[in-house]
């Protein structure tokens, strides 16, 4: 690349990741927003009742098994994993990404203030778990691991069907927040698009 291009190149992946990041972020906002409305609220009343309801204790023992991988707990294990396997980089930056991750959900919970599943209806949840204290959108539970695994996984250079992987793991711990009965499916909606915001935040695909 010839010398006078690369200031423009660089302002222009700048501009392009920025314009990403802030796109993520609205979107991820806007599911809050929208979540608080009637018609929003009612739609997402009904579609938690159709994932909590439950399918079967095979499914129940799954999601109760995959759930807290979500958790900043096991985002610091994972990054301990890393380290210890001489992949100090992807460990530190990956839970940097889980730890913004978890910092922002938890502003946000505050701002937003939405009552949980079994806050709102206590009589009909289905609750699979310990309650947590803090509010429910957006879901930190999802936010923090595909913060986690993207940011790890770019530093790693997985290939990318192991990054897709990956993605897909943290949609079903997204799922099984709902599943549980501590998350309206827009809390993980939200908590998604958070994740990945910060995630492209903090690092870009070099590929």
């Known amino acids: 690349m010839a010398a006078g291009a690369i200031v423009p190149y660089i302002i222009r992946r700048v501009v392009n990741r920025a314009v990403r990041v ?3 972020a609205g979107a991820a906002l806007a599911t809050g927003f929208l979540a608080s409305t009637e018609l929003g609220e009612r739609i997402d009343l009904r579609l938690f009742r159709a994932v909590n309801r439950g399918h079967g204790p095979r499914l129940d023992r799954f999601f109760l098994g995959v759930t ?24 530190v930056r990956g839970l940097a990404a889980a730890s913004a991750a978890w910092l922002a959900g938890q502003g946000l919970k505050r ?3 939405r009552p949980r599943p079994y806050v709102a209806d206590p009589e009909g949840v289905r609750l699979l778990v310990q309650p947590p204290r803090a509010t429910s959108w957006p879901s930190s539970h999802p936010a923090v691991l595909l913060a ?5 996984g770019r530093e790693l ?5 192991a990054r897709t992987a990956l993605r897909g793991l943290s949609a079903t711990v ?7 009965g501590v998350h309206y499916p827009a809390d993980v909606v939200g908590g998604l698009l958070l994740g990945r915001a910060v995630a492209d935040a903090l690092s870009e695909d070099a590929r």
């Open 111 to 113: 701002l937003f203030d």
């Open 148 to 152: 986690f695994v993207t940011v790890a």
């Open 68 to 91: 807290e991988l979500g958790s900043i707990w096991a985002a610091i294990g994972a990054a301990g994993v890393l380290a210890a396997g001489g992949r100090r980089r992807a460990a």
């Open 174 to 180: 997204g799922i099984s927040r709902t599943y549980v």
């Open 157 to 161: 250079g997985l290939p990318s069907f």
């Open 22 to 24: 802030a796109g993520l």
